[in-house]
């Protein structure tokens, strides 16, 4: 009861607002279509209230975008931090004000904007600030992000799986993906 408690106090501290999801594909006779337009409902909140909203993954490179109405919502896996082995992980993150994640490194490539607000990404040994507009291209760096402003940040991260470093404890993709059906 008590961490349901904190996740909800948390939870006011960001208004959170899923991102209009539009997915498009192509019908059985290759005519190019939008398959999906609703908001991205697949959510998980921390609980320092941070909501963490799945757009889309894969679970192979080069990814499957064959033609049909009759898709995997690739959006509606359940995922942990890292993408499926061999594949990518789309997310949109709000981070509350003044909250902190713990230390960690994904054997992946990272692209991250900053959708709104500040936000400051520490690393071993320095630390850089990133703002709405900034873009990131982090390969698979020990960090944590810290949001020590008065109001949300919201960024977006493709992560895409990488050859192993060989350095500390990742959270790998292989010990966190799970598909929706299990």
Avoid at 4 to 29: Q, S, W
Avoid at 36 to 51: E, Q, S, V
Avoid at 106 to 129: F, K, L, P, R, W
Wanted: aromatic share 4%; hydrophobic share 40%.
């Amino acid at each position: 009861m008590m961490a349901a408690t904190k996740i909800r106090e948390a939870a006011r501290l960001t208004d959170h607002h899923p991102p209009r999801r539009i997915v498009t594909g192509h019908d059985e006779n290759n005519v190019a279509m939008v398959l999906i337009d609703a908001p991205a409902d697949n959510t998980r909140r921390a609980a320092d209230g941070r909501a963490s909203t799945l757009i889309w993954c894969t679970d192979a490179l080069p990814a499957d975008i064959a033609a049909g109405v009759d898709i995997e919502d690739m959006g509606a896996r359940k995922l942990g931090t890292a993408p499926p082995a061999d594949g990518s992980r789309f997310a949109v993150i709000e981070f509350t004000p003044r909250s902190v994640t713990p230390m960690h490194r994904t054997e992946t490539i990272d692209y991250v904007i900053c959708i709104s607000g500040e936000i400051d990404m520490q690393m071993d040994q320095s630390t850089v600030t990133l703002r709405a507009g900034d873009v990131m291209v982090q390969r698979g760096t020990n960090h944590a992000w810290a949001n020590r402003g008065d109001q949300p940040a919201k960024l977006a991260f493709v992560l895409i799986d990488a050859k192993p470093l060989g350095l500390g404890q990742p959270v790998t993709g292989a010990q966190t993906a799970r598909s929706s059906s299990n």
